[in-house]
């Protein structure tokens, strides 16, 4: 290389220095994202976590951090004081939220717990049979679970003195020990949360019964995507991307429920994976397997059926009061109906 060559080519290997970090890469380009789930690590959250090892994430240009939860209930708060960008939470916490502040309730997007798994649960031996029988108990759970938010509603439905039962607090991981030793005779919870974590300690399905919400009057939804208004109103691309990947995992985890149990392995090694495995299983029979998905697919909702919902909680919890379906759930992230699951099993 002569010497002008040379310094015209040192020229412009500096300039090109200076220049390239303008170029802004894919990876560089990523909107980070926070994400509180419903709970600790367990086998239902697989699809998200398949999502985010399968680069579906990063295909919609999102880097997205997911912290454990502390109840469903607790998610939707979080989202709303600006803690997180998106939750995964109690639509019907969402429901309340919005009726009391709605300036600054997050709206959902995609619900994927379609059928109620809220309940009451009580050793097998219990006396307890119905609702009434609950008057002069006393119950416990987690200041946060979503089935004791819901409570007063049940009582109203269910034609319960409210007033008549005794109500107490503990910490999440005492509430099936709690139980079968008779400090309380019946705990707030999910079905299969409760299930689950009783037969991690060794407690089997002879020995609880359930008194399930669904079963009084209070066929609600559940667990649903949901978001900042910011983030609606900001980076609407980022909500759609989202959404998308979330789906996709979904999809990918009806294929391959073992590959989306490892995915949570992957961040808790010491959950015992054929549990969580038949968790996930459940999760998908019990909580997420309405009917409806065969019409408008898992991730919509059908807005009389939501509106019965709001008008429930509005009416049993005396809200201020009465949220728009709009304002509590929106389908224009939604990926098109073809795209969502129909079909679970």
């Not at 600006?82 to 919005?98: K, P, Q, R, V």
């Not at 409806?292 to 991730?299: S, T």
């Amino acid at each position: 290389m002569t010497s002008p060559a040379r310094s015209l080519f040192l020229a412009l290997t500096v300039v090109a220095g200076l220049t390239s970090p303008i170029i802004v890469s894919p990876a560089h380009a990523q909107t980070k994202l926070k994400m509180v789930l419903n709970w600790k690590y367990q086998g239902p959250q697989g699809m998200f976590f398949l999502a985010e090892d399968r680069g579906y994430f990063k295909k919609e240009g999102l880097e997205i951090t997911m912290d454990q939860g502390n109840g469903s209930g607790a998610a939707v708060p979080l989202v709303a004081n600006g803690t997180y960008d998106i939750g995964f939470g109690d639509i019907n916490a969402l429901i309340e939220l919005a009726a009391k502040r709605p300036e600054i309730a997050p709206v959902a997007v995609y619900v994927m717990f379609n059928q109620p798994p809220f309940t009451i649960a009580v050793k097998s031996d219990s006396p307890i049979r119905s609702p009434k029988d609950l008057e002069g108990k006393t119950l416990g759970g987690a200041a946060n679970d979503g089935a004791l938010k819901l409570f007063p509603a049940f009582c109203k439905v269910a034609k319960i003195d409210c007033s008549k039962v005794k109500m107490t607090n503990f910490q999440p991981n005492l509430r099936e020990q709690m139980l079968m030793q008779g400090q309380v005779d019946g705990t707030f919870g999910y079905v299969n949360t409760i299930r689950f974590s009783a037969k991690l300690i060794g407690i089997g399905d002879d020995k609880i019964r359930y008194i399930k919400y669904g079963h009084y009057g209070m066929d609600l939804y559940s667990n649903a995507i949901i978001v900042s208004r910011q983030l609606v109103k900001e980076k609407p691309e980022a909500v759609r991307g989202l959404i998308r990947a979330i789906n996709q995992g979904l999809l990918d985890s009806l294929k391959d429920l073992d590959g989306a149990v490892a995915a949570v392995a992957k961040r808790e090694p010491l959950i015992k994976t054929p549990v969580e495995r038949e968790r996930f299983v459940a999760t998908l029979e019990d909580e997420m397997n309405h009917p409806e998905i065969a019409k408008i697919g898992l991730g919509s909702v059908d807005p009389e059926r939501l509106k019965k919902s709001i008008d429930i909680l509005v009416e049993a919890n005396n809200l201020p009061r009465t949220p728009s379906i709009g304002e509590i759930f929106t389908a224009a992230f939604l990926p098109p109906a073809k795209d969502l699951p129909k079909k679970l099993f």
